[in-house]
């Protein structure tokens, strides 16, 4: 398994009331496997996502990534940076920054040097070659998303967490991610965990689950 996760709760201090918001989640994910996760607005799917990608830390319970416990780390960042690949609905690309440079972004930060050759193979696979040297302004939507997902991919993460991914395209551009979430899948063994409220999204899911009242359901 590339991911156990074990009785996890999360509550949120709201005033005077505790919010609990997970309430006992627990599965496993094979590597190599696609798991998505709908559930209504407001069900924890952000809240649990951010858990399993160390940007937050659960009440109890605990989460197993590559047969590590992450309460073993005394430091998330080494885990994050090499073993969690993000994609949110929002680019989040740096404007001042080119496609390249923000490709490269989580490469620098854990320090790693840029692998050239995977980084011209993956500009193909995105067919992104001519937009090397471009600033995120001059992108259309969908090649923003898709150049976010080069980033999310360049220190080849274990797992890829996509919470909403396709919530900010239109369509066209939404089934051109699924498909290449699809093809990256199929041809590097990516793992992927995706929170969406899109059922085309949640079809192309191995494991298929329902987040409601803090408990997740297998469908
Ligand atoms: N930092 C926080 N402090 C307090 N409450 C929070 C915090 N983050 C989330 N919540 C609350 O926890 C609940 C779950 O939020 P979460 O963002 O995980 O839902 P979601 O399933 O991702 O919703 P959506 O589909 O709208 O993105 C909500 O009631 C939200 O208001
Ligand atoms: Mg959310």
Known sequence: MILSVKNLKKSYNDGETKLEVLKDISFDLKKGSILTIKGPSGSGKSTLLSLLGTLDTQDSGDIIINDKNLDEYDDFSEIRNNHIGFIFQFHNLISELNVTENVCVPAFISNKAIDHNFLDTLFEYFQLTNKENAFPLDLSGGEKQRVS????????????????????????????????????????GLTFIIATHDNKVFDIGHQKMELSDGKLLNL
């Open 149 to 188: 997902v080069m980033r999310a991919i360049i220190n080849k993460p274990s797992i890829i967490i996509a919470d909403e991914p396709t919530g900010n395209l239109d369509e066209k551009n939404a089934l051109k991610l699924i498909d290449l979430f699809k093809k990256l899948n199929k041809d590097f």
